[in-house]
């Protein structure tokens, strides 16, 4: 099987509205107000004087490169961000965005998660990746079934116990 440029170097994200808003905040304010800060650095060290023995334009220098490395990354996967309609999407199976009530079969240990795309993800918050081991594992089933997922120290059992949306 051939793959074209464009299927081999994007990977396809998708999005809340709310996620996908945080992220274009985030590219905005990297490139609108850290860009020229790093710029102002670098016209700073470089003022001091000979540039083959300042550490402060070297820091300044590297400093600018790291931030469009980031900005650079950003823009990137906001190319290849989709927004979800959560109109369309069946609610009777864990699918990116589901709100998963989970019951861990070894211990009886409830659990409740939001699966998210990897950017979004955060665990504090509940929110886990649809990247992740439990994730995967958990993507596609149906109320009342058992994911069996492999982890580095076994097997977890988790019956889906619900699915909703926001």
Known sequence: MYYTNDEVMSKVSYYTAEGLKKLRDEVDHLRDVERPKASNAIAEARDKGDLSENAEYDAAKEAQGMLEMRI????????NARLIDESQLD????LVHSNVKIKNQNNGMEMAYKLVAQSEADLKSGKISVDSPIGKGLLGKQKGEIAEIQVPNGTLKFEILEITRD
């Open 72 to 79: 650079s990354k950003l823009e990137e996967t906001l190319a």
């Open 91 to 94: 609610l009777s199976k864990v």
